[in-house]
């Protein structure tokens, strides 16, 4: 099933460079031009994506789950 | 009470350039080196926080709310 | 950009059967097999989507999102 | 402490057909007439509530959490 | 449907002491004896569980949403 | 980079009271005058933030992560 759009605001396009995993979740590090944005994800969902170290992915996340901190 | 480190991964620094207000919870949109990275938090919060459109803030994701999208 | 495939494990395909609008946030009910799903989005994201009544779409949750409750 | 009702307006009713165990969060897929649901949880409250494959459960889902993606 | 228990590993017991509504989305706001907790559920939701000022409820949170700053 | 606010509404001051490790994610375990609050955050941050049991925190969480369950 191949997406359009996805209503999440905010997504950083980007390679991954590192993949921690374990038996249920694994850690996806994503880097992008601007950073690290860093994702745990299930490790079945890694598998049956076929996420590897270099593969092309964005990374997404909901405005709702975006705080804010004042400096 | 000034927090020294918070454990979210990824942290997104820039200025805020857009409110939307609403009397529940309002849209604050950050313009960061990554692009501009959007929040959805309480008026409470914004008012209390003080955010204006110019402020300096850091938007902030928990690691498990990054999702991933293959290309 | 079209997305080939997402992690999140749980997708609910169906067409939206009614929308609420708000100035920051707004309500989409998704009628699937499963049952109606509801989903609360940014408005703005609901008009850059084009999304109406009708709309065929999925909708979409991380496993870390789900809360197990014992009858 | 029983619950009379929760505010989450997705639940999805079914049985436990897997369950993968880490020392700190496990998978909890459930079945239900219309698909599989998975969940992510501590292994704590796994252990706390005695979930075992065939449980009778509600995978449960605030509103908030819920992507919308267009096809 | 009554729930004999849920997997969320934090529940702050108390009564609502104040509501703010909109459309969508409303505040609950919850007294406990160790201080307010503040919820965003949707509005249906509000009216549906007949949520009002002084009713007792539970305030639930998954151990995946909590974030932890250092002082 | 120290941060005097953060918009999040449910702030729980206390002591880590314990922490249980995996590869990937750990559970830390916060004693307050709330009772125990539980967090699930990435080992890395666990280790980047050198948490242990004693350390003095905050637990955080948004407003739109908390649910209600009515009694």
Redo the contacts between chains.
Sequence with gaps: ?????????????GHIIEI?????????V?G?P??S??????T???K????KVG?????????????????
Excluded: Y
Aim: zero cysteines; glycine letters at 4%.
């Design positions: 099933m191949t997406i359009a759009a996805i209503n999440a605001r905010n997504q950083f396009r921690i995993e374990s038996p249920v979740v694994s850690e996806v994503v992008t601007f950073g944005v860093a994702s745990v994800i299930t079945r969902s890694l049956e994506l076929g996420l593969s092309e992915v964005v990374a997404i996340v909901k405005a709702t789950e975006v705080s804010i901190a004042k400096l």
